[in-house]
């Protein structure tokens, strides 16, 4: 089981949740006007995608999970990757 | 007053290869507390699966060889041969002599703590492994580098070897294609050849041993294809690989036209890349998929964090990395840093004949529009070559029209041994002629060393 320290230095952490990402990625993909079926596909495949990168580690922070998160959602989504990368400078 | 942090260990090095033992065994003899990460066989490629075994292996081949060849010097060879099962367990006792292969306590006893565990980046002081989190002052970078898949179609569908596999395999393959040109390319294909076995090398440069000059690819061809029967394909792309049955069929385009042809194995000698994938963000420390970016004293963007060896980008020769790793280790700990010499350390290919190079090559002074003069020395025209019956071979120098020597290559027996005094005389702006009037034993192959820097003197 990876371990998740989130990044504002806090210290907390949690397993990692391909839940959590899921939802994440689906709504970059539907930010992108992708749809909702696909969008699914989408999060499912970068969550196995960042699960497989993550496996042989036991400890990363959560900038590593989005980071290879959104090197996974380049390959199956460029334009949801711009979102999800870009959400803050969206909203 | 603000406390001074406290740290787990003095020095964590990620990596137990050649680039991360020496380092973590200097700051260790110097009373730090030193901890060594690492994620695969400890002792890292060299002894496990890289210089030792390779270079153990090639000694009995080239025995083997020689003495099949012996007739001519009155030797009965007829029934001479060799057993693979039995060449692996001398391969292995060479690794376990070294005490480094495979071996976890070698550290532990030198008071080096060990940790079998990936090591990822937290933050600039902290690593993960095994559920723990560690810390350190500083770190060392000697993660090395791994084989990517060539982008070729259809190799990821079928199996092929690695330099990592390939001595692992039980009897010898009746034909291998070797995907490569450089160093370890020609030393497996004269391994795998003196078995019997058919090879076939593929380049996309035009010659063997591009980094080397024309002469000693040139040459090396030669002796490959006329005495090994090894088919050399340079100047070839791999198109795509697919499984034919039990062989491997590959199709391959050279001189503008596509061809094909089968073999059983494949070894693919290509395609290092660094392990830059260590959480480096979390450290902030700069690279690119080339490398982890350092300044000239090995230190990288981060100050208390070096790297050395291959992660640094471009594979390495064992003994870089092991200067680098010395040299990371004095930085760490000392405020007189020191950078690396690259210059004088000198290139090794243990194939026979071995070819070694010291400086610059010539295409390196053609492309710094140096102004120099080239001098070479066939090995036919010294005695040596007569008493050993060996002609096939060169010591050539480079010097500045100074007559100061910038380079050389040697391609000769015993030419890793000929090569350090050419490394001594780069290292230290020695002229030609004073190479020259230095006395060179007679009947030594380095004879050649003096004729060659005669002519230019």
């Not at chain 2, 083997?64 to 007739?71: H, L, N, Q, R, T």
């Not at chain 2, 993660?143 to 179609?153: L, M």
């Not at chain 2, 790297?307 to 390495?316: E, F, I, N, T």
């Not at chain 2, 000198?346 to 070694?356: K, M, Q, W």
């Amino acid at each position: 089981m990876t371990e998740v320290i989130k990044r504002n230095g806090s210290r907390n952490s949690e397993e990692f949740s391909t839940e959590k990402l899921c939802n994440s990625v689906s709504a970059a993909c539907l930010a992108a006007r992708t749809p909702e079926g696909e969008a699914r596909q989408v999060a499912d495949a970068v969550s196995a995608f960042v699960k497989e990168w993550s496996k042989d580690r036991h400890g990363v922070t959560s900038d590593d999970i989005r980071r290879i998160a959104h090197q996974g959602l380049s390959i199956f989504s460029p334009e949801a990757a711009y979102e999800y990368k870009n959400h803050k400078l969206v909203l | 007053m603000a406390r001074k942090p406290q740290f787990d260990y003095d020095l964590i090095v990620i990596g137990s290869g050649a680039a991360g033992s020496p380092a973590a065994t200097i700051a260790t003899q110097n009373g730090k507390k030193v901890a060594i990460v690492e994620k695969d066989i400890f002792g890292g490629e060299s002894p496990n699966w890289g210089d030792i075994p390779v270079k153990s292996l090639l000694h009995a081949t080239h025995l083997y060889s020689e003495a099949k060849d012996g007739a001519r010097f009155g030797i009965r060879s007829s029934t001479i041969g060799y057993n693979f099962m039995s060449l692996k367990a001398w391969k292995d006792l060479a690794i376990k002599r070294t005490g480094a292969g495979n071996n976890r306590r070698y550290y532990e006893k030198q008071g080096i703590s060990t940790y079998a565990s990936t090591a990822h980046f937290l933050s600039p002081h902290e690593i993960a492994i095994n559920r723990r989190h560690l810390t350190a002052a500083n770190f060392l970078i000697a993660a090395g580098s791994y084989w990517e898949t060539p982008d070729i179609v259809g190799l990821k569908n079928i199996p092929f070897y690695t330099p990592r596999d390939i001595l692992d395999i039980t009897r010898p393959p009746k034909s291998l294609l070797i995907l490569g040109g450089d160093s370890a390319a020609v030393e497996y294909a004269q391994l795998f050849a003196a078995f019997g076995t058919k090879v076939y090398i593929v380049e996309r440069a035009g010659r063997l041993l591009p980094n080397e000059d024309s002469e000693a690819g040139e040459t090396l061809s030669y002796i490959l294809k006329r005495k090994k029967g090894v088919e050399i394909l340079t100047e070839t792309r791999i198109l795509s690989v697919e499984k034919n049955g039990t062989l491997k069929k590959i199709i391959y385009l050279r001189g503008g036209q596509e061809k094909s042809l089968k073999v059983d194995e494949i070894l693919v000698t290509t395609g290092r890349t660094p392990s830059v994938d260590i959480g480096l963000e979390n450290a902030s420390v700069r690279y690119t998929p080339k490398g982890v970016e350092v300044n000239e004293f090995l230190q990288t963007s981060t100050k208390h964090i070096f790297a050395a060896g291959d992660v640094l980008g471009a594979k390495k020769q064992t003994q870089t990395a092991l200067i680098e790793s010395r040299i990371a280790a004095n930085n760490i700990f000392n405020k007189q840093k020191v950078a690396p010499d690259y210059n004088s350390v000198p290139n090794i290919t243990f194939t026979n004949p071995g070819v070694a190079s010291v400086g610059l090559s010539e295409d390196d002074c053609l492309k710094r529009d140096l102004d120099i003069n080239t001098a070479i020395a066939p090995l036919n025209i010294i005695a040596r070559s007569n008493t050993s019956d060996f002609r096939d071979g060169f010591v050539k120098i480079i010097a500045d029209r100074h007559g100061v020597i910038l380079g050389a290559t040697v391609v000769a027996p015993h030419a890793g041994e000929i090569i350090h005094e050419l490394a001594l005389a780069v290292k230290y702006g020695m002229t030609a002629g004073e190479l020259a009037v230095t006395p060179h034993a007679f009947l030594s192959w380095s004879e050649a060393v003096r004729v060659a820097a005669s002519r230019l003197s």
